[in-house]
């Protein structure tokens, strides 16, 4: 049986629920044995969530010597030896920052072709599905060798539970470091804010949002949704919010399960990075706005008193 391993996410030792996607494409359909690797110390901990998906053995990667949190291609380089040791042919992970610098590093240490921000993914075919061209076209892409790497968009492929019973095991790298690079601090978004790219739910204000102050209507209910806060480039420029907020073409490219728009036009550089939404709901007050023919759920009102009537429902609801 082909082994596929998934490089594993977590947050505060925490398992990613981003993952779970991730580990469903790599059971296909039930033909390969799902190896899943990481290297935070918390394999025991997360063994219980990632089991209910299918992954079968957890592997906590260690380095025999060096500073591993800190060395990134002391990481790739364990990584690279612990895939070749549970002799895995395909490693999956998200395309998330973290992900896409590692797997771009493992790739290099093992020469081996690599894809990011897929859509999908055929592991025995060694076939992606990666959207190109602000998502007008779907391109298939083929990747040739004895072992391929996959970055997958968070959220893009539906999780669906399949328990397994899962072992754990410590794999101790001999991997070395040429201390050619040492990460000495990292800064995340302001602490309690879902990551835009791995978000379920985001709610985003284009132009009319008018201010930096006013995003915080949209970050009251987000608060509410356990969601992220988007914008548009027009809310952007105006400079409304940070360019890390940004959606679309320029910006983020999001998949989350809900997606509510609130005061966008529904243009075709912001839709680049948010159609493979599951649902979009958008609040608009001109019932001729082009994005009313592209969303799920259309609301005509004005955000201003539409979003707050929604937090306040969601506050009573608990
Ligand atoms: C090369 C290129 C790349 C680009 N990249 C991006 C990108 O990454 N992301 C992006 O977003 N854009 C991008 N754009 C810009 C894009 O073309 C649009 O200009 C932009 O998305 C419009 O933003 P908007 O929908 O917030 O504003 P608008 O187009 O001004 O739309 C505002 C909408 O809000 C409605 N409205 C007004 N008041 C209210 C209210 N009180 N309540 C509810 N609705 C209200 C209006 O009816 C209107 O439909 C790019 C453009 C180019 C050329």
């Known amino acids: 049986m082909a082994q596929t391993g998934i490089l594993l996410e977590t947050d505060n030792g925490e398992i990613k629920e981003a993952n779970f996607g991730v580990i469903t494409a790599a059971r296909e359909t039930g033909d390969n044995e799902v190896v899943g690797f990481l290297m935070d110390g918390s394999a025991e901990a997360c063994k219980a969530a990632v089991q209910e998906y299918g992954v079968k053995s957890v592997i906590e990667i260690k380095a025999g010597a060096g500073d591993f949190n800190a060395s990134p291609e002391l990481q790739a380089n364990a990584l690279a030896e612990a895939m070749r040791h549970y002799e895995v042919s395909a ?18 240490a093992m020469d081996a072709p690599l894809a990011l921000d897929c859509v999908g993914v055929a592991v025995r075919d060694q076939i992606v599905t990666k959207s190109h061209f602000s998502g007008k076209t779907i391109a298939k892409i083929k990747l040739e060798g004895d072992v391929f790497l996959c970055g997958i968009r968070p959220n893009a492929i539906e999780a669906a539970p399949a328990a397994v019973e899962a072992s754990t095991d410590v794999y101790t790298a001999s991997a070395g470091d040429s201390g050619r690079l040492k990460v000495v601090e990292t800064k995340g978004a302001t602490s309690g804010v879902v990551e835009l790219t791995e978000a379920n739910v985001i709610v985003t204000g284009g132009r009319p949002i008018a ?5 915080s209507i949209l970050k009251a209910c987000a608060q509410e949704l356990g969601a992220a806060v988007g914008a548009s480039r027009a809310a952007v420029d105006a400079g409304y919010a940070p360019h890390a907020m940004q959606v679309g073409q320029t910006g983020k ?3 989350p399960k809900l997606y509510i728009g609130c005061g966008l036009s529904g243009s075709v550089q912001h839709f680049a990075g948010m159609k493979t939404s599951k649902i979009i709901v958008a609040v608009n007050t001109d019932k001729d706005a082009p994005i009313f023919t592209k969303c799920d759920y259309g609301i005509l009102g004005d955000l201003f008193e539409v979003v707050p009537a929604l937090t306040e429902v969601l506050k009573e609801q608990g």
């Open 91 to 108: 490693l999956l992970g998200l395309s998330s920052t973290w992900g896409r610098d590692l797997m771009a590093r493992v790739a290099a």
């Open 211 to 215: 201010s930096t102050e006013n995003f």
């Open 253 to 255: 490219t999001v998949s």
